[in-house]
């Protein structure tokens, strides 16, 4: 008997003529790690929320077929013991912490079990370790980062020892090593203590080499499953957008078994590099990477001084009123027309940094000047209008009843008009479908849209964005990366906190790295995330030593592919390395 056995389930949210999950048939044996796959929008979320038996007595709406867990109808078990099998963490940690301490949130669903003391003391003792959140664990829960707030909710979620974990997008505020850590442990869950894991995930290089299946999901349909190799394979003469990058590179050179790691990736790359083609000539690592040195390693300028940086901060300190100190001197200068991506550790002070360049929050010590103007002393007034701020919570910019509301408000609140605009930019962020939809209804991707367009739409000239790619798939990056490539082109500045990697290496021009408050590398991407271990993209990886240099899929394109063509034996090649 299958752990989980969906028939012909059709799910309507309330007030909605589309169906967010249409005829689903599926079964989920015992053990498996499953990885749900598919763009904003596509019903993941809607199938989490299914499997956790919340659809449709917390959401409401109307439904049909039916979901046996255990071979009982989901909708008539005790929810008390539902909770203690199924534990869900939702996309956005905010709406799953209810308590003000971070202990106390983590022993709250304890509580709610009626567990004794005992038993809750050692298990709220056993997560808080194991998660790493001692040091933190009498902090003001509001208070902390997103990813902080991320680690917490999976804590608390852990904590109940529920046999099936059902994960929305666990990952997404969390930096690259928190990430891995993260995930790693999920997969011994899975391993060693036979969880059952359903995760929803849309920066695949993180996840994809770990699930047993994959579920691929399009307008509320699945529409792909099977083992993570299998679908990896189906995509090779289709759509790759839902593989991770080393996957994508070889499946655009039609090979065949397509590798899923960095391990596997760099084995096959070294064995195409040597392979001797039809001329007797044999590619190696030092003509590959002299190759693309050249083209990818110039660096481009970075605003050291002079009066045409748009945005500098000047030796900046800033301590929160709890006595923690997020930012140590930082000096920073970004010119007119720049891409900046920066990154770092959560809790490295890179929010609080974006904080004082929007002017929410005012410097202990040092200056922030915008558009030539000391704002730490004289205000954003005359200047609010030219500069852009998006957090990492869209949702506290979403208070109208329909999309358009929202991006008119935002041109009447600073007395400007323009139908066009707001046209223009509903099509940009693929909204125009959503034009009088409450956003509050809308998927966690498309919310992160509306609020981005509304604060886009008064065409400022500094654009600073908190986490602007979480929840939004990879076919809406790069719709995002290029529009916001093209702003700089014409000469407005961007500057971007994200933990996506992979985003800034093919997007931004410019990296800056934070760590405790400080700025502690800045330089051009080739620079900074080339010689970094835990910031590289994942093809950065797996070309490091082999074609250094190469960071993205364009530019693997570009100048390593040509070294493969006409190359003979490419399939046995393959086949033997792997």
């Given at each position: 008997?299958?752990?989980?056995?969906?028939?012909n389930l059709t799910y309507y949210y309330p007030d909605t003529a589309t169906a967010a999950l249409e005829n689903i048939n599926l079964e989920i044996e015992a053990g498996e790690f499953i990885l749900v796959v598919g763009g904003s929008g596509s019903g993941k979320s809607?199938?989490?929320?299914?499997?956790?038996?919340?659809?449709?007595?917390?959401?409401?709406?109307?439904?049909?077929?039916?979901?046996y867990f255990q071979g009982l109808d989901i909708r008539t078990l005790d929810r008390r013991k539902l909770s203690r099998q199924v534990g869900m963490v939702f996309q956005d940690p905010e709406k799953q912490i209810v308590q003000t301490q971070v202990e106390a949130e983590i022993a709250f669903g304890l509580e709610n079990l009626g567990l004794a003391n005992e038993e809750m003391l050692r298990r709220v003792a056993e997560v808080t370790c194991f998660m790493g959140l001692t040091p933190i664990r009498d902090s003001f829960t509001a208070n902390l980062s997103g990813g902080q707030k991320q680690k917490l909710a999976l804590a608390a979620v852990l904590a109940m020892q529920p046999h099936v974990l059902v994960l929305d997008e666990p990952t997404s505020q969390l930096d690259p090593a928190a990430a891995e850590e993260i995930l790693n442990l999920v997969k011994r869950l899975n391993e060693e203590m036979g969880f059952t894991v359903i995760m929803i995930e849309q920066r695949l290089e993180r996840c994809y080499h770990l699930a047993d299946r994959v579920l691929l999901m399009a307008g509320g349909k699945i529409t792909c499953d099977g083992s993570t190799r299998a679908v990896a394979g189906r995509t090779i003469a289709g759509d790759q957008s839902f593989l991770p990058p080393v996957a994508r590179f070889f499946a655009r050179l039609q090979s065949t078994p397509i590798p899923l790691t960095v391990k596997e990736g760099r084995k096959l790359l070294r064995t195409r590099l040597n392979t001797i083609d039809g001329n007797g000539e044999c590619y190696i690592a030092e003509t590959c990477a002299a190759r693309v040195s050249a083209a990818c390693c110039a660096s481009p300028p970075v605003t050291e001084g002079g009066g045409d940086s748009v945005a500098r901060l000047k030796n900046l300190w800033f301590t929160y009123p709890d006595g923690a100190e997020v930012l140590k001197g930082v000096n920073l200068a970004v010119g007119e027309g720049e891409f900046v991506a920066i990154l770092g550790e959560n809790g490295a002070g890179k929010s609080t940094m974006l904080r004082q360049l929007a002017g929410l929050l005012q410097p202990d010590r040092g200056t922030v000047e915008i558009l030539g103007q000391d704002v730490s002393k004289k205000g954003y007034r005359e200047i609010?209008?030219?500069?852009?701020?998006?957090?990492?919570?869209?949702?506290?910019?979403?208070f109208q009843d329909t999309v358009e509301e929202e991006l008119l408000f935002t041109l009447k609140n600073f007395h400007l008009s323009g139908t066009g605009i707001v046209d223009e930019i509903l099509a940009r962020f693929n909204l125009t479908r959503h034009r009088r939809t409450n956003p509050r209804d809308l998927s966690s991707g498309?919310?992160?849209?509306?609020?981005?367009?509304?604060?886009?739409?008064?065409?400022?000239?500094?654009?600073?964005?908190?986490?602007?790619?979480?929840?939004?798939?990879?076919?809406?990056?790069?719709?995002?990366?290029?529009?916001?490539?093209?702003?700089?082109?014409?000469?407005?500045?961007?500057?971007?906190?994200?933990?996506?990697?992979?985003?800034?290496?093919?997007?931004?021009?410019?990296?800056?790295?934070?760590?405790?408050?400080?700025?502690?590398?800045?330089?051009?991407?080739?620079?900074?995330?080339?010689?970094?271990?835990?910031?590289?993209?994942?093809?950065?990886?797996?070309?490091?030593?082999?074609?250094?240099?190469?960071?993205?899929?364009?530019?693997?394109?570009?100048?390593?592919?040509?070294?493969?063509?006409?190359?003979?034996?490419?399939?046995?090649?393959?086949?033997?390395?792997?």
């Open positions: 008997m299958p752990l989980y056995k969906i028939e809607s199938l989490a929320r299914a499997l956790a038996g919340l659809i449709p007595d917390f959401y409401g709406g109307r439904i049909g077929g039916k979901i609010r209008k030219q500069v852009a701020y998006l957090s990492q919570n869209p949702n506290d910019y979403l498309e919310r992160q849209r509306v609020a981005l367009a509304s604060v886009l739409v008064t065409s400022p000239k500094l654009i600073i964005l908190d986490e602007p790619t979480r929840g939004i798939d990879y076919r809406l990056k790069v719709e995002l990366g290029l529009f916001l490539q093209q702003l700089a082109a014409s000469g407005r500045t961007v500057i971007l906190v994200t933990h996506d990697v992979e985003f800034a290496a093919e997007y931004a021009a410019r990296t800056v790295m934070m760590f405790s408050g400080r700025v502690v590398s800045d330089g051009s991407k080739h620079d900074v995330l080339g010689k970094s271990v835990f910031y590289a993209p994942q093809l950065g990886k797996m070309c490091r030593g082999l074609c250094d240099g190469v960071l993205t899929l364009q530019e693997a394109q570009r100048h390593i592919y040509p070294l493969f063509a006409g190359s003979t034996g490419r399939d046995e090649v393959l086949e033997a390395s792997l």
